[in-house]
């Protein structure tokens, strides 16, 4: 069958989001972005606040978002947030529960009770408990792994009937080969081997 489209809100919009039959989203508007509720079963749209939002999420009957200055920022100097249910157009900024400090917050969702952000300042990931009123890193204690660095430098590679072998810079530069097809790796030299050449059915090697 054929499927039909039908317009329901004849404006340009982004941050759209779905939640219990409504239409939640930020309006591009000229004289300043807001956002906007749109009741789908009724086809009624309500105004919920003047700020411009993104990263729309909702929890019980309140709409959380980042407040940002332009419709092209993804950080925030903080998150509000506003009823999702007013009983009519909502001119004023939204409530602040977290402030984004010097730096701003940015990536905002939620898990249905608590928010989960990314606090700029400090780069740190956090839980916000709605209910209880308060904030945990969720990386406390968490150090980001340094990358391996090679022992040796100067890798060599060549390839034999399906085998690869290789020079391996992050083991010593020992010798090693590797089969795509079985997946296995095996170090076939202890020492460290400078260069490699392979010549009929033997390895030869410095």
């Given at each position: 069958?054929?499927?039909?489209?039908?317009?329901v809100?004849?404006?340009?919009?982004?941050?759209?989001?779905?939640?219990?039959?409504?239409?939640?989203?930020?309006?591009?508007?000229?004289?300043?972005?807001?956002?906007?509720?749109?009741?789908?079963?009724?086809?009624?749209?309500?105004?919920?606040?003047?700020?411009?939002?993104?990263?729309?999420?909702?929890?019980?009957?309140?709409?959380y978002?980042?407040?940002?200055?332009?419709?092209?920022?993804?950080?925030?100097?903080?998150?509000?947030?506003?009823?999702?249910?007013?009983?009519?157009?909502?001119?004023?900024?939204?409530?602040?529960?977290?402030?984004?400090?010097?730096?701003?917050?940015?990536?905002?969702?939620?898990?249905?009770?608590?928010?989960?952000?990314?606090?700029?300042?400090?780069?740190?990931?956090?839980?916000?408990?709605?209910?209880?009123?308060?904030?945990?890193?969720?990386?406390?204690?968490?150090t980001?792994?340094?990358?391996?660095?090679?022992?040796?430098?100067?890798?060599?590679?060549?390839?034999?009937?399906?085998?690869?072998?290789?020079?391996?810079?992050?083991?010593?530069?020992?010798?090693?080969?590797?089969?795509?097809?079985?997946?296995?790796?095996?170090?076939?030299?202890?020492?460290?081997?400078?260069?490699?050449?392979?010549?009929?059915?033997?390895?030869?090697?410095?």
């Open positions: 069958g054929s499927s039909v489209r039908t317009l809100v004849d404006e340009k919009i982004n941050n759209l989001i779905l939640h219990d039959g409504c239409l939640f989203y930020t309006v591009n508007n000229l004289l300043g972005d807001y956002i906007e509720k749109y009741d789908i079963n009724s086809g009624t749209r309500r105004k919920l606040t003047q700020d411009a939002g993104i990263c729309l999420t909702v929890i019980g009957t309140d709409l978002y980042i407040s940002v200055d332009l419709n092209t920022a993804i950080i925030g100097k903080g998150i509000f947030k506003v009823s999702i249910n007013p009983l009519t157009d909502n001119n004023l900024p939204g409530t602040k529960v977290i402030d984004g400090g010097e730096m701003g917050v940015c990536s905002l969702t939620s898990n249905g009770s608590n928010l989960i952000y990314y606090d700029v300042n400090g780069y740190k990931l956090m839980n916000y408990s709605v209910s209880k009123n308060t904030a945990t890193n969720i990386l406390e204690g968490f980001k792994p340094e990358d391996p660095t090679p022992t040796s430098f100067g890798s060599q590679v060549n390839a034999k009937d399906g085998v690869i072998y290789y020079l391996d810079i992050y083991d010593g530069k020992t010798l090693h080969s590797y089969d795509p097809v079985s997946k296995n790796n095996f170090r076939l030299t202890t020492e460290k081997v400078d260069n490699f050449s392979i010549i009929g059915d033997y390895i030869y090697m410095n």
